[in-house]
T-cell receptor
Framework: ETGVTQTPRHLVMGMTNKKSLKCEQHLGHNAMYWYKQSAKKPLELMFVYSLEERVENNSVPSRFSPECPNSSHLFLHLHTLQPEDSALYLC?????????????FGPGTRLTVL | RKEVEQDPGPFNVPEGATVAFNCTYSNSASQSFFWYRQDCRKEPKLLMSVYSSGNEDGRFTAQLNRASQYISLLIRDSKLSDSATYLCVVRRGGGFKTIFGAGTRLFVKA
């Protein structure tokens, strides 16, 4: 059973709504990640946090705002999204950010923007 | 050109068959390589890391060719439960750069 949980599992929102995705890891890891997986496209890395500090932001639009209050929790705040933002949003964690560190994924939040 | 490219398939094979997937990467600074497996509507899970010397885990063998910039995955004696999408993953830049391929879809049939 995965040590990374995500809530909600499904979310439908309008373009004017504000919502937040939550991720929690129970593995004692120090790094956390947000990925986006759109239909028929590869996973895209959005944000990387190491020890609660954002270390990577891959040119993600400002309507996506991450927050990492501690090493176990990661949020993705959403506002004024577009229909093309509909996708599976996956959270992952790893012991560190070194290239050999295995990333463990949560089950994802399937987001639909109307 | 995509930084990590995979044949999308699908590969349709009978049980017991041997099947091989290739993945090419374009950035020579790539440092670490992995194969992940993703079942339909589920999260990706690590299948195996890929080392220069090649590595084997049961029916699965992974190879890395740095000179030609590709990695491969060989599955022997395919099982129905091997049906999934196999994702090639390349990491560099201290791990901050993690690039996934689009995946290769495998169907194993009885």
């Amino acid at each position: 059973e995965t040590g990374v949980t995500q809530t909600p599992r499904h979310l439908v929102m309008g373009m004017t709504n504000k919502k937040s995705l939550k991720c929690e890891q129970h593995l004692g890891h120090n790094a956390m990640y947000w990925y986006k997986q759109s239909a028929k496209k590869p996973l895209e890395l959005m944000f990387v946090y190491s020890l609660e500090e954002r270390v990577e932001n891959n040119s993600v639009p400002s309507r996506f705002s991450p927050e990492c209050p501690n090493s176990s929790h990661l949020f993705l705040h959403l506002h004024t999204l577009q229909p093309e933002d509909s996708a599976l949003y996956l959270c992952a964690s790893s012991l560190g950010t070194g290239t050999n560190n295995e990333q463990f994924f949560g089950p994802g939040t399937r987001l639909t923007v109307l | 050109r995509k930084e990590v490219e995979q044949d999308p398939g699908p590969f349709n094979v009978p049980e017991g068959a041997t099947v091989a997937f290739n993945c090419t990467y374009s950035n020579s600074a790539s440092q670490s390589f992995f194969w992940y497996r993703q079942d339909c509507r589920k999260e990706p899970k690590l299948l195996m890391s890929v080392y220069s010397s090649g590595n084997e885990d049961g029916r699965f063998t992974a190879q890395l060719n740095r000179a030609s910039q590709y990695i491969s995955l060989l599955i022997r004696d395919s099982k129905l439960s091997d049906s999934a999408t196999y994702l090639c993953v390349v990491r560099r830049g201290g791990g901050f750069k993690t690039i996934f391929g689009a995946g290769t879809r495998l169907f194993v049939k009885a």
